[in-house]
């Protein structure tokens, strides 16, 4: 039998600061509210803008990093897979939640102000191989979805397809 896709990829910004919860083994697990935007036209030719919002969670080191370096307002890329779930509530009252559980994050964006411009990755110094000074020695984006999962381990930067292109003036169509 074949198995089944559970797939989320959001992009979108946080509407409070992480919350960071330890397990007894001592486990982070951390909780963000992330909000998603679309625009579309309605039949009158007015844009409607429709936000919906996002209870993420993220395990282990993954949830250290992000109670670390996400803050209200800021931007980031998850990627992981939804969880709905069913309990009883203290007045007996059956509820259900809806959770996205991350295995990959990557912070976009700048802190809160919701430009580009802070990056993730370290930089490399100039000494040791950087890209020189000034805007250049500034930290690399991080390719990929990020060295950020649970999988463990860094991943290499994916190769990018342009390095092994042709000059413009060099392709036959």
Same mark, same amino acid.
């Given at each position: 039998?074949?198995?089944?896709?559970?797939?989320?990829?959001?992009?979108?910004?946080?509407?409070?600061?992480? $919350?960071?919860?330890?397990?007894?083994? /001592?486990?982070?697990?951390?909780?963000?509210?992330?909000?998603?935007?679309?625009?579309?036209?309605?039949?009158?030719?007015?844009?409607?803008?429709?936000? $919906?919002?996002?209870?993420?969670?993220?395990?282990?080191?993954?949830?250290?990093?992000?109670? $670390?370096?996400?803050?209200?307002?800021?931007?980031?890329?998850?990627?992981?897979?939804?969880?709905?779930?069913?309990?009883?509530?203290?007045? /007996?009252?059956?509820?259900?939640?809806?959770?996205?559980?991350?295995? $990959?994050?990557?912070?976009? /964006?700048?802190?809160?102000?919701?430009?580009?411009?802070?990056?993730?990755?370290?930089?490399?110094?100039?000494?040791?191989?950087?890209?020189?000074?000034?805007?250049?020695?500034?930290?690399?984006?991080?390719? /990929?979805?990020?060295?950020?999962?649970?999988?463990?381990?860094?991943?290499?930067?994916?190769?990018?397809?342009?390095?092994?292109?042709?000059?413009?003036?060099?392709?036959?169509?």
């Amino acid at each position: 039998m074949a198995r089944g896709i559970n797939k989320v990829i959001l992009v979108g910004n946080l509407g409070d600061d992480p $919350e960071v919860k330890y397990t007894q083994g /001592g486990m982070a697990i951390c909780t963000i509210r992330l909000a998603t935007s679309s625009v579309r036209t309605d039949k009158d030719g007015q844009k409607q803008e429709r936000t $919906e919002w996002h209870r993420v969670k993220l395990f282990g080191k993954l949830g250290e990093i992000a109670g $670390e370096y996400l803050r209200k307002g800021r931007q980031c890329y998850i990627e992981g897979s939804i969880r709905y779930d069913k309990y009883t509530a203290k007045d /007996g009252s059956e509820r259900y939640s809806t959770d996205i559980i991350a295995d $990959e994050m990557q912070l976009l /964006g700048s802190g809160g102000t919701g430009g580009g411009g802070e990056r993730t990755e370290r930089s490399t110094p100039r000494q040791q191989g950087g890209y020189g000074d000034g805007e250049r020695n500034a930290p690399r984006p991080q390719s /990929g979805y990020g060295d950020h999962g649970t999988r463990g381990g860094a991943r290499a930067p994916a190769p990018s397809v342009a390095d092994d292109l042709p000059p413009d003036d060099e392709i036959p169509f």
